[in-house]
């Protein structure tokens, strides 16, 4: 594929877009109904972010990071976590070559462009930190080697929200490392009878066909990263994060890792709708999505029945908007 240079020029911009919108209608026609969450993945992954997704079962987690994958025509790689489950299960193993007479690297699935980590909180800690240097740094080390995993690399976790038996909460440092937490819920009426019929012989997705190349994935990440985010933009999301922190209801706020992963995705929305800017409401569409996982509230705010998303309402607020002379609208 000939090689071109990467830019915002409204040409790039154009090609951003209609691959945005080539990949969320091709995964949308397996997870029907669910558009705006199927558009959040998108975004994490052009944004070189990594997605957990906290929901019910059977609501179609895992399906689908198979069908952004397939869309892609990407690796995808799953791992089930169990609490038996060791490091090397998920990062790879050195194992001796009688006929070579020396170790040889079996790759774990953790070397795919798309890695599912289903019920990653049934993992052990010490599995699940075999995650960590993994999502931030993008490279794995076994055995005192390091080895770059290929881009695009994307980690979609799934966890059940209401199952406790046998599970291990994720710890703020793991967690920190998600750019964001999607939760996809049950579809409407409508769609749920439309699924029905469309899945009621064969699954969508073994139809499903690529829309689009590793290559152009990469190249859509280039493009986002030149988005221009303008000195009053940047302030607003640092006064976002300061706000998470110093609210008297809140036990831990968003970590300066928060503020870059705001802006990362929010240059991703704002390419996907045409601009070569960020605006402020790009910022207020992905915060939530951004933030909520990565706040704690204190104790007595929690027997108050206070909720981080209510919490997170009052901080956005409390903060002036820029461009206007008020706060936003409580």
Not at 93 to 100: A, K, P, Q
């Amino acid at each position: 594929m000939e090689e071109r240079e990467i830019d915002a020029s409204p040409n790039s911009i154009e090609i951003f877009g209609e691959r945005f919108h080539r990949i969320v209608s091709n995964v949308e026609t397996v997870i029907q109904g669910k558009r705006e969450a199927i558009e959040l993945t998108v975004l994490a992954m052009v944004s070189e972010g990594h997605v957990l997704i906290e929901d019910v079962p059977g609501v179609g987690k895992t399906q689908l990071a198979k069908s952004l994958a397939r869309s892609i025509d990407g690796e995808f790689h799953r791992v089930q976590f169990t609490p038996d489950l060791l490091p090397s299960d998920v990062t790879g193993v050195s194992v001796w070559d009688r006929s070579e007479g020396e170790f040889e690297f079996k790759p774990g699935p953790i070397f795919a462009n798309v890695v599912v980590g289903d019920e990653i909180n049934r993992a052990s800690p010490k599995t699940q930190s075999a995650l960590l240097e993994a999502m931030e740094e993008r490279q794995v080390t076994s055995d005192g080697v390091t080895r770059a995993l290929i881009p695009p690399f994307m980690v979609i976790a799934t966890q059940n929200p209401l199952e406790h038996e046998g599970t291990y909460p994720l710890p703020e440092a793991q967690l920190d490392r998600f750019m964001m937490r999607v939760v996809i819920g049950y579809p409407s009426r409508d769609k749920e009878l439309e699924m029905l019929d469309t899945h009621a012989v064969r699954s969508t997705f073994h139809d499903l066909q690529a829309v689009a190349d590793l290559h152009e994935v990469t190249e859509m990440i280039e493009i986002a990263r030149h988005i221009t985010v303008s000195v009053a933009v940047k302030n607003y999301i640092v006064d976002l994060i300061e706000g998470t922190r110093l609210h008297p209801d809140v036990l831990l706020g968003a970590s300066p890792r928060a503020a870059l992963f705001l802006q990362r995705i929010a240059r991703s929305r704002a390419v996907s709708g045409g601009r070569d800017y960020v605006l402020p409401d790009d910022i207020k569409e992905v915060a939530p999505s951004v933030l909520e996982h990565r706040m704690s509230l204190r104790p007595e705010a929690q027997m108050r029945g206070e909720t981080v998303t209510g919490i997170l309402d009052d901080v956005m607020g409390r903060i002036r908007v820029p461009g206007t002379t008020s706060r936003i609208a409580t």
